[in-house]
């Protein structure tokens, strides 16, 4: 394939190219390989609605990429940028995702094209429920087969409007709090789900950094503290990761690429000063403890220990792969790196760690709040009390045979019985843990292998394929 050629590659096309080098490091019949990256089935629907007395006609759609696993799971979008190649091109991301940190599901993704600045909250709601009654009525919307999440311009307020509007649909259902995950607490949401995939993205950062040959290979050395981080996008993921870089491993934020602009201090930036502004003043100009740059993407060229774009997809490119000054890129957005730019990157012996890895922690997890609604109770409740309560008698049987008094602060880590959100972080630590020892191991045990990316298309694909060959391809 010429330069040119793959400059022009949809990003559907650019996923598959990426999973292409898997196959064939994994010497895979063709037949399969193009089985698994075909997208099963995606709807497109165009429906009215009534916004105060004039009739607008929305679009949008639902890909399943797989139903090797079901439900498949995926986001909704509402964005201007959506269409159906990108919706696609989502939905086999996160069939790999899935399968990369274990959770059973598909991949699958929808998007709504609409700018949401341009309506008002009772607006919103009576698009966002008349998009769901489509899926639901069309067979892509149920706790069993297809459940949505939040993802870029949707959150807890479109699923809890998701999920009541299938209620409505099917009260017989009574797992009709699994058709959606991502929904507030209260409506039977699961704490820790709003941060997750930025947590994620650290937990990711942490264990690469307990790999010191990883490390080396990248060109750094020692660990967080102290690296250089430019992070593109302080939206829920961008922010999230950012916030815990800075306020918990001591890294550097030097520079936050917004949409208007580039925020860069060498000295780094307090990220919750940064989010206040942005959410009182709608941009990240005039924010006085930075110099401010119009020009948002020449921050991506910065030199720095870590890129972290946690925005769009196709922001570096081959127009500016060249220029990229980085050791290290840790994809939380999805697909922020074309393949043409993969490849320079490789060329040139940048390490990235890739989407379908680092940004899991999000349907990580959906999976725990899908379970949590299944069963119906929530993580903690039974074993709590149970679990302070032995603490306790620990601490007594160890005092009366030592005669000694423990202190308060061994006492109180001792007594403390986990909550929901001390289990859901753990999971979610021990998956990113996991996963990264997958690919890592996967990496260095295959000369095939070159790149974090292609390591982790092939854990994806080992697991995906043998559900094909145990079930059949019919
Ligand atoms: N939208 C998120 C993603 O791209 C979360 C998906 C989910 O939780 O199902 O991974």
């Known amino acids: 394939m010429s330069n040119n050629d793959k400059k022009t590659l949809s990003f559907s096309q650019s996923v598959n190219h990426m ?10 019949d063709p037949g399969i390989a193009n089985a698994i990256k075909a997208c099963n089935s995606t709807i497109q629907v165009n429906f009215p609605v009534n916004i105060k007395g004039k009739i607008e006609v929305f679009t949008g759609w639902r890909a399943v990429h797989s139903s090797h696993r079901l439900p498949a799971k995926g986001g909704i979008r509402f964005a201007v940028i959506v269409d159906q190649d990108e919706v696609e091109a989502l939905a086999s991301l996160m069939t790999y995702k899935c399968a990369i940190v274990d959770v059973p599901f598909g991949g699958s993704k929808g998007g709504l094209l609409i700018d949401p600045a341009k309506y008002d909250r009772d607006d919103m709601e009576l698009i966002t429920r008349r998009f769901a009654r489509e ?16 993802d870029m311009g949707t959150g807890q307020r479109e699923m809890a409007w998701i999920a009541d509007t299938y209620k409505l649909l099917h009260p017989e259902d009574i797992n009709h709090n699994g058709c959606v995950t991502g929904k507030p607490v209260a409506h039977g949401g699961i704490r820790g789900r709003t941060e997750a995939t930025g947590r994620g993205v650290v937990y990711a950062i942490r264990e690469f950094f307990r790999h010191p040959d990883d490390v080396k290979t990248a060109g750094l050395s020692g660990g967080l503290s102290g690296k250089r981080i430019v992070i593109q996008g302080l939206g829920n993921v961008g922010y999230y990761a950012a916030k815990l870089l800075e306020e918990e491993d001591d890294a550097k934020i030097i520079a936050i690429i917004e949409r208007d602009g580039a925020l ?27 110099t401010f740059t119009e020009n948002g993407s020449s921050a991506l060229e910065l030199k720095c220990d870590i890129l972290i774009p946690a925005a769009l997809e196709a922001q570096i ?55 949590r609604n299944l069963s119906h109770i929530r993580f903690g409740r039974m074993e709590r009390r149970f679990d302070e309560m032995r603490g306790q008698h620990l601490i007594s ?27 859901v972080r753990s999971g979610l630590d021990d998956t990113m843990r996991n996963a990264y020892q997958e690919l890592s191991e996967t990496l260095h045990n295959n000369d095939k292998i070159e790149d974090f990316r292609t390591a982790a298309y092939v854990v994806a694909i080992n697991k995906i394929s043998r559900s094909y060959f145990d079930i059949g391809v019919y």
Request: net charge negative; hydrophobic share 45%.
């Open 264 to 290: 860069i201090n060498d000295d780094g930036l307090a990220i919750e000063a940064v989010r206040q502004y942005i959410n009182e003043h709608k941009t990240i100009k005039g924010f006085s403890d930075a």
């Open 19 to 28: 999973a292409d080098r898997a196959f064939q490091a994994l010497d895979m």
């Open 135 to 150: 899926l639901i009525r069309k067979g892509f919307l149920s706790p069993a087969t297809n459940v949505p999440a939040p």
């Open 317 to 371: 490119t081959a127009d500016n792969a060249d220029r990229i000054k980085t050791s290290l890129i840790v994809e939380a957005a999805n697909g922020p790196v074309t393949f043409a730019a993969d490849e320079i990157l490789r060329s040139r012996g940048v390490t990235i760690l890739p989407d379908a890895y680092v940004n899991a922690g999000g349907v990580t997890v959906s999976y725990f709040e899908w379970i």
């Open 397 to 423: 049987a160890m005092e009366s045979l030592t005669d000694k008094t423990v202190p308060d602060w061994m006492r109180n880590e001792i007594v403390r019985g986990a909550n929901e959100l001390d289990l």
